[in-house]
């Protein structure tokens, strides 16, 4: 069992961590049900607030850490293991950009950006072979699971804390591609809504609720195949979690190919390819060292086999991308 309360601090390595995540990496005795009785009864505190399990931590912050009973605890965690040749290759493949300051991946869908539950595998876990001098790259941001596309890592302590920023703001311009289920009734437009997050009968859920936060989002249809499914372009102004998804199946009705979570059956027709279909395809990001940076990652595979699937094709008027974004 600990001591007493303990106020720890947050470290850079582990800014962005959900606090949840955050007790599982420090504390890797303490089951999921002791922790959530500790949220529940405002035992845990984070800057002397109540926190939920999904909260983002931020360089810094202090986390009130109760006395624990932690007999049998296993030992601590000293750090990740060193990589096999083979997930080695695998993150080193997925680089598309790199300079000084930071590194862009083109993230496959299906692979976590973090541990978690039953999560072995992840983005975090593979820095190792990204590694100069010692140092592994950090996490600025994140993307679902099963979301393909950009993910941002820093190579500097300075750039993470100017790209962490960056992301917290509205600083950072993203464009995503997505395959939706239906046509929108109106072919582009703005998307308000507020969002917030509920509970569920198979876990939490993102809603609609007039208690939520402000959830923006801009889009555009690219391409349509008849009445059963467009390909649309959309740009986050917020970053709720889950937004684009529930935007999609809520404000349009026209869920995301692929998302069960949120369009249920409706999402998944008969001879559909496999897997979520929703890219980070582009971003307009100020570079650490001062100008703008702009990327774009190549859709993925399964995105591809969705186009043939159902007759769209990349071409010039797809590129508009990032230039409609500064219209």
């Not at 420090?26 to 984070?46: D, E, N």
């Not at 595979?301 to 699937?309: E, R, T, V």
């Amino acid at each position: 069992m600990s001591g007493g309360v303990e106020l720890v601090t947050v470290t850079e390595d582990e800014a962005e961590l959900r606090l949840d995540r955050w007790f599982r990496k420090r504390y890797p005795a303490l089951g999921h049900g002791k922790l959530q009785k500790l949220l529940r009864t405002g035992q845990v505190r984070v800057d002397g607030k109540r926190a939920g399990a999904g909260d983002r931590l931020a360089r810094g912050q202090a986390v009130r850490v109760p006395p624990l009973k932690l007999e049998g605890a296993p030992p601590p965690d000293n750090g990740p293991r060193p990589l096999s040749d083979r997930d080695a290759d695998l993150i080193r493949s997925l680089v598309l950009y790199r300079d000084d300051s930071l590194i862009a991946l083109n993230k496959p869908a299906g692979l976590a950006v973090q541990g978690g539950t039953g999560t072995t595998r992840h983005i975090d876990g593979l820095l190792g072979g990204l590694a100069e001098g010692g140092r592994r790259p950090k996490l600025v941001h994140r993307l679902d699971r099963d979301t393909s596309g950009l993910l941002v890592l820093a190579r500097t302590d300075t750039a993470a804390r100017r790209l962490t920023e960056a992301f917290r703001g509205r600083d950072i311009q993203k464009l995503y591609w997505a395959i939706v289920v239906g046509r929108p009734l109106h072919p582009a437009g703005l998307i308000d809504q507020k969002l917030a997050k509920l509970p569920g009968a198979k876990g939490e859920v993102v809603a609609e609720a007039d208690f939520g936060k402000p959830a923006q989002t801009r889009y555009w249809t690219v391409q349509g195949a008849s009445k059963l499914a467009a390909w649309l372009a959309l740009v986050p102004l917020t970053g709720r979690t889950h937004q684009l998804r529930v935007h999609c199946a809520t404000a349009l009705d026209t869920p995301i190919l692929g998302d069960g979570k949120y369009g249920g059956s409706r999402a998944r027709p008969s001879g559909a390819p496999a897997g979520l279909m929703l890219h980070a395809r582009e971003l307009s990001l100020p570079h650490p060292d001062g100008g703008t940076l702009k990327l774009a990652a190549p859709p993925s595979d399964q995105l591809l086999a969705a186009f043939d699937w159902l007759g769209f094709h990349m071409g010039d008027e797809t590129e508009a991308g990032l230039e409609a974004l500064d219209a």
